[in-house]
Every structure is written in C-alpha cells, then in structure tokens.
C-alpha cells in the first residue's frame, strides 16, 4: 500500500510540474508577442511599408539589402519601392550610385 502511495504522489508532482512549465511558456510567448506587436505600432521606419515583413507561422519574413547582401528581418529593412536596404546610408549610397562596400 505504501509503495503505491509513493507512486501516486510521484506521478501527482510530476504532472504538477509538467502544468507549470506549460504556463510559463504560453505566458512568455504572450508577451514576446506583445512586445512584437508594440514594436510593429510604433516607430515606422521612413519608407517603410508596415505590410511587408508580416509574421507567418514559421516567423518573420528575411528580406536582403540591395547594397550590402545582408539578410535583416523585413520589420527592421528600409523599403524603398521594391528594394529593401539595412539602413539610410546604404539606400543612399545606392541611389547615389556609389559602389558596393
């Protein structure tokens, strides 16, 4: 009788700790989430289209620098027309014409 006992609490405890680790991770994917959505609504970037880089299930879309070659994920890439640049100085530099670094 003692040793089913212990079985039943042992199985109890592990499921109690099974439940605590699921809600951990819903509630910080809640609030990376959040944080995701915060950023998205504020602080636009010049130029950029706040449709691009939409996230889907697998994450967020990566778009490449038409200057440099870096791939960025297309929140943080400056849209200009249809190309997309890491920051001002490189779409600059691209509409001046100067050469890739």
Known sequence: ?????????????GYLAFRL?????RRRAASRQARQGQRAGSGAR???D???GAA??????MVQCAHCGVFLPASDA?????RAFCDRAH???????????
């Open 91 to 101: 779409r600059d530099a691209e509409r001046a014409g100067k050469p890739r670094e």
């Open 50 to 52: 706040p449709k691009e």
């Open 1 to 13: 009788m003692g040793k089913l006992l212990s079985w039943v609490v042992l199985i109890a405890l």
């Open 21 to 25: 680790v699921a809600i951990s991770q």
């Open 78 to 82: 400056l849209i200009d027309g249809q």
């Open 56 to 61: 889907n299930e697998g994450g967020e879309m």
């Open 46 to 48: 010049e130029g950029r």
